[in-house]
């Protein structure tokens, strides 16, 4: 049995404290949720592994080998023009299969502060889909490619890309 002179409820202290958290919280931890960055670095590192997929597909599926190139920027993927190893690589434009245009390139700036790197620059993959490097020779280990915190790591001797 209740008192005749006490009510439930919250005080105008407990609510005003609770309000002030909250928009201290909001604050501190909204332009964290706010900020495009991670969303930027995480788009770019899903191209780089989608072109590099692409690159080692289209190898294995035309017997022609196919380079992706890293640039500070960005990458291009190209295919040798004649299909020809034994006259080394001439790059030649492929088409992007997401647009349908030539020239499969992604040259958008990263986000500041964010590092991009590859242990192979640039990356070719052989009739056969296996990774090589500019010497066209079989890798003997696997390629890594950084992009921020993500890594993608490409397989020498099968072109497997994960």
Same mark, same amino acid.
């Given at each position: 049995?209740?008192?005749?002179?006490?009510?439930?409820?919250?005080?105008?202290?407990?609510?005003?404290?609770?309000?002030?958290?909250?928009?201290?919280?909001?604050?501190?931890?909204?332009?964290?949720?706010?900020?495009?960055?991670?969303?930027?670095?995480?788009?770019?590192?899903?191209?780089?592994?989608?072109?590099? !997929?692409?690159?080692?597909?289209?190898? =294995?599926?035309? +017997?022609?080998?196919? /380079? $992706?190139?890293?640039? #500070?920027?960005?990458?291009?993927?190209?295919?040798?023009?004649?299909?020809?190893?034994?006259?080394?690589?001439?790059?030649?434009?492929?088409?992007?299969?997401?647009?349908?245009?030539?020239?499969?390139?992604?040259?958008?700036?990263?986000?500041?502060?964010?590092?991009?790197?590859?242990?192979?620059?640039?990356?070719?993959?052989?009739?056969?889909? !296996?990774?090589?490097?500019?010497?066209? =020779?079989?890798? +003997?280990?696997?390629? /890594? $490619?950084?992009?921020? #915190?993500?890594?993608?790591?490409?397989?020498?001797?099968?072109?497997?890309?994960?």
């Amino acid at each position: 049995m209740t008192s005749a002179g006490s009510k439930n409820g919250f005080t105008l202290i407990e609510l005003i404290t609770v309000i002030t958290i909250i928009g201290v919280l909001a604050v501190v931890v909204g332009p964290r949720f706010a900020s495009s960055d991670v969303y930027e670095i995480r788009t770019f590192y899903d191209d780089v592994l989608k072109a590099t !997929r692409y690159a080692q597909a289209k190898a =294995a599926g035309s +017997g022609c080998i196919t /380079q $992706i190139d890293f640039t #500070a920027s960005g990458f291009r993927v190209s295919v040798d023009s004649d299909c020809d190893s034994t006259n080394g690589f001439v790059a030649a434009d492929i088409v992007n299969p997401g647009d349908f245009e030539s020239g499969f390139t992604e040259l958008d700036a990263l986000p500041t502060g964010t590092t991009y790197s590859a242990t192979v620059d640039p990356l070719l993959f052989d009739g056969r889909g !296996r990774a090589m490097n500019s010497s066209l =020779a079989v890798l +003997g280990s696997a390629a /890594q $490619i950084t992009v921020g #915190a993500y890594v993608i790591t490409v397989e020498g001797a099968t072109g497997y890309v994960q």
